[in-house]
């Protein structure tokens, strides 16, 4: 046995399980040898586990940490690229960031990315998102999905979205037809024609009018939030203000009101 694995005696639940490293190779698609060399693990290392061996620890702790966070995985994956064949590495690469795509806030993002061609900042996502998700609220009475906004140290309401794009980078993926109603894509095309015409600082500013506008509370976690429920009222307002029943509408609140703000 080498230092990464031992026998047990007892069943000990702490310990990944045979089954959890198999899910490991299915979902992102590696073999036992490659993902043992992307660890710079021993070659046999995930055989042995597979086989019998019991991991240490340190070494389980490692592969709980990938089976529970595909974010940390792809980093892994990106930083030891060079232990794998080209072939390996972009089928493990299209596996995980296919599992990236498996909450609806992030199938949302990809839309707005590969609308963009892929020539989109994170910032510029977030603007997009918060937006969908206000006027699918108003003019669905539905959400675009289920994440608070959140009031952040960088003024960005999803924040563990964004840290997510920084990490990973902007990338087109292609995405199921199903993946998105025709309505919530409706709105998006709206939305992003409606604010893609404005820079960083006009779409911060109206963010912050508004931000000052809602009422900000505390989620399960204490963080400040504005919930979907206070977004939703708002631009029911707004909708009403600005005359917007339909989605082709919706650029008539930013071409009218960033105007009134710079004034």
Known sequence: MGMGETRYHKKDNSIITVDEIKSILSDYRIGKKPLAKLLGWGETTIIRYIEGDVPTNAYSDKL??????????????????????????????????????????SVAAQYIINKANAEISSGR???ILYYSQAFCLALNNRELFDEDYQ?????????????????????ILELSEDSLTKAEKEIMDNVYEA???????????LANYEKNAMRVSRDKDNSKVIAKDVIRSYFKEICNLYQIEHPAEIR?????????LKN
């Open 125 to 127: 996502v977030q603007s």
């Open 151 to 171: 009031i952040t140290y960088n003024n960005m309401p999803y924040l563990k979205l964004y840290d997510n794009m920084k990490n990973r980078g902007i990338t």
């Open 252 to 260: 008539e609140y930013p071409d009218r009101k960033l105007p009134e």
């Open 195 to 205: 604010f893609d015409w404005y820079g960083p600082r006009a779409l911060r500013t």
């Open 64 to 105: 709980k940490a990938i089976l529970n966070d595909p974010n940390y995985y792809y980093e892994i994956l990106l930083e030891n690229k060079d232990n794998l064949t080209g072939v390996a590495f972009k089928k493990s690469k299209k596996a995980v960031l296919s599992k990236l795509m498996e909450s609806k806030i």
